[in-house]
């Protein structure tokens, strides 16, 4: 039997209903046809043109990505716009697209769940898009901040009392740097998120807070290994010689 893009979907529809993204979202089918037939399928963070060569490379059929495109209307696809280029790139190639955004945010599937378990967090729950855990034992900010850049992203940032003692941890991947307020009304001694602006750090300190900056893609690109597996893993107890890859690309063109 062929897969298609639609069994796809469906899949991806069990860990992170489609209906539970952000209404402004866009996420789904984004190019293509749920009849196309699938054989590879490349996972990457964002549609660049680098992920589309990519997929172009390895043959694939369908890209899935976190970031989606089309996040806002456009009204034309010509090409001398980076987004058009890459669409029209991916059109031509007869490559289809689904993205799983804020739905996969608020699932088990999600970059923060995915760091939270990289810092080993135990009895980890979900509060809205936070997810909050205790580290095995208290540690200071100092030593949870070296944890963070040797497993998440070693250009992390850390604001705040280095020497404060830390246990619980609330983490948000991506860019959610005014959610410390929420962390802290949680109970979290530390905050982690990506894309921290200067005023939001400013005033977590001023609270007690301790926040860490480790990067929306250092934060977010955590979430591939699991949603990979969980394909592959589905693909293979199903009998479907189709494979699953994550792209090996990095958005700013530098490794790390
Ligand atoms: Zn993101």
Redo the contacts with the bound molecule.
């Keep these: 039997m062929q897969l298609t893009v639609n069994d796809i979907l469906v899949k991806l529809q069990e860990i992170a209903p489609f209906e539970n993204a952000e209404p402004y979202d866009n996420v789904g089918l984004i190019i293509g046809h749920g009849n196309n037939p699938v054989t590879k399928v490349l996972v990457a963070?964002d549609a660049t043109e680098e992920v589309v060569d990519e997929a172009i490379e390895m043959n694939a059929e369908l890209i899935i990505t976190?970031?989606p495109l089309f996040f806002h209307a456009r009204k034309n696809l010509v090409e001398d716009d980076p987004e058009a280029r890459i669409v029209c790139k991916m059109i031509r190639n007869h490559l289809n697209l689904i993205s799983a955004?804020t739905n996969l945010?608020k699932s088990e599937f999600s970059?923060s769940m995915a760091c939270a378990r990289l810092l080993g967090l135990q009895n980890i729950r979900q509060e809205g898009l936070l997810f909050v855990g205790e580290l095995a034992e208290n540690k200071t900010a100092e030593l949870l901040f070296d944890e963070i850049k040797e497993k998440i992203d070693e250009n992390a940032r850390a604001f705040g009392n280095m020497e404060k003692n830390i246990l619980t941890v609330a983490v948000c991947?991506?860019?959610y740097d005014e959610g410390w307020t929420q962390a802290k009304a949680l109970g979290a001694h530390a905050y982690l998120t990506?894309e921290v602006r200067h005023h939001n750090a400013i005033a977590a300190v001023m609270e007690d807070m301790v926040m860490f900056d480790a990067g929306?893609f250092g934060t977010?690109v955590t979430l591939i290994p699991a949603l990979v597996c969980y394909l592959q893993k589905w693909l293979n107890d199903v009998e479907y010689n189709v494979i699953v890859n994550s792209s090996n690309k990095n958005p700013y063109g530098r490794l790390g």
Excluded: F, I, P, S
Aim: proline letters at 0%; glycine letters at 34%; a negative charge.
């Design positions: 963070l976190h970031h955004h945010d970059g991947g991506g860019a990506g929306h977010e």
